[in-house]
């Protein structure tokens, strides 16, 4: 009986059953496909998820970025840096790389003591609190689709550097 | 000229999603399909304009969009494959009388359905009463009654 539905009937219309299976087998495909892809949203493939949240540590330990690995062309982007110094000594911050041409940085707390350019980079200077640590949260937003690199810098040992990818 | 690739990108890519969808899901709007297409289209609309909110972007983004459906209206006159391919074809699921009961099945449409559609348009109580029906390619159930 089933083999007869799969047949082709000419009247009253014209059938193409071949085809016509084709399109349900594309149909249910597909279904499967968007649930694959919701769930890849759910665990932050695209952004602001468990996968997408990354962070980097430099060798000497002293400086630490929290950044997302993955996001979205034209939503804004939290990158938090923290460094460890001396207590109540400045510590100078370099930030270099695509991601500052391309990204327009929101905002940018707590504001620095100094904040200067050098070459294509900037260079901020950050007070310390009492134990040595100095915290930058910075908000970014950017309407570049692809990869941007990120290189921060806090004197000559410790350095990271990080890419990010925003999908369009 | 990102405005021009964005509503191209939009237009193949709802074109896709919808074929997914399959013909039954829009077809007979419920007042929660009504919603949802409301949702489908402010989620879409973002994403088309962007943050550029001129005159001249709306009418390059409307622009993209109809080129793009006459031009593909204009192909389909042309191509008769590529309207099947396109459209899809009308599938019968009653056949003097008979349910056929695995193409039902594919289509994501029940018995009840039919029935419904028949008493809607035909006034008709039984399946037996029924010679042919048709899910056309828009989705709709034809019923053709016997005489």
Known sequence: MTDDELVSRQQPV???????????????????????IVLLGLAGVFGNGPLSNAQVTSADGRLHVEYQRLSRSGTTDSLRITVRGSAREPIMVQLDGSLLREASIETLQPQPQASLSQGKAILLQLGTSEDGIATLYLTLRSEYVGTLECAVRAGPSSAVHFSTFLFP | MDSIIRAAGMYIALMLLFRVAGRRSLADLTTFDFVLLLIIGEATQQALLGDDFSFTNAMLVIATLIVLDVGLSLAKLNSKPLARLLDGHATLVVEHGRFLHHRIHRARLTEDDILESARDSQGIEKVEQIKFAIVERNGKISIIPNE
Not at chain 1, 14 to 36: A, I, K, N, P
């Open chain 1, 14 to 36: 014209q059938e193409d059953m071949t085809m016509q299976q084709r399109v349900w087998r594309f149909e249910r495909v597909g279904w499967y496909l968007l649930v694959v």
